[in-house]
């Protein structure tokens, strides 16, 4: 199972909005909406930011959406603040109870 | 609240086994899968595996196939994750999660170090 193709990094000023991209197969993201998103500040563990393609747990703010296209998912960061500068982490589901992260996405915010 | 908390750090011997701990609390252990998910340093994530606490089934990434083995002990609401024939590529910190068709919440990691 390959790791699904994140850009390494994007960037964006305090209040602009970014899209990171997420792209596999129709073996995985195509084929399920599984597609959930987390954030990874450095040091930390990962937090569960959008689950179901594009379902936000209690607690995460409105400024993070999630979308699917195809065999491309996306997670769209509106109005960037300083504490959305993080290392981004897409995963779905690919049958037989397996899984496949993404490569990781910087977010850096200017 | 739910919380899963991990063993601490290893350091271990190429050629050796590590067992990492996750143990569980703030809701019923067997009635969600839990993953396990590694992390080499700088690199991104990398899925491991899924034990269902209930039955104790397995499902391993291909990677993993002969060399990894998930238990769970239901008295206590743990599950372990052990990983055999280390070798200095699987230096990383090894993390639980709670499954759902997402994972929520993380363990808080175990660093593994493999060095002669």
């Known amino acids: 199972q390959s790791a699904l193709t994140q850009p390494r990094s994007v960037s964006g000023s305090p209040g602009q909005s970014v899209t990171i991209s997420c792209t596999g197969t129709s073996s995985d993201v195509g084929g399920y909406n599984y597609v959930s998103w987390y954030q990874q500040h450095p040091g930390k563990a990962p937090k569960l930011m959008i689950y179901?393609?594009?379902k936000r747990p209690s607690g995460v703010p409105d400024r993070f959406s999630g979308s699917k296209s195809g065999n491309t998912a996306s997670l769209t960061i509106s109005g960037l603040q300083a504490e959305d500068e993080a290392d981004y982490y897409c995963c779905s589901y690919a049958g037989s109870y397996a899984y496949v992260f993404g490569t990781g996405t910087k977010v850096t915010v200017l | 609240q739910v919380q899963l908390v991990q063993s601490g750090a290893e350091v271990k011997k190429p050629g050796a086994s590590v067992k990492v701990s996750c143990k569980a609390s703030g809701y019923t252990f067997t009635s969600y899968y839990m993953h396990w998910v590694r992390q080499a340093p700088g690199q991104g994530l990398e899925w491991m595996g899924i034990?269902?606490?209930?039955?104790?089934?397995?499902s391993y990434a291909q990677k993993f196939q002969g060399r990894v083995t998930m238990t769970r002990d239901t008295s206590t609401s743990t599950v372990y994750m052990e990983l055999s024939s280390l070798r200095s590529e699987d230096t990383a910190v090894y993390y639980c999660?709670?499954?759902?068709?997402?994972?929520?919440?993380w363990g808080q990691g175990t660093l593994v170090t493999v060095s002669s």
């Open positions: 999660a709670r499954a759902k068709n997402w994972f929520d919440p």
């Open positions: 179901d393609v594009s």
């Open positions: 034990i269902n606490p209930s039955g104790g089934s397995t």
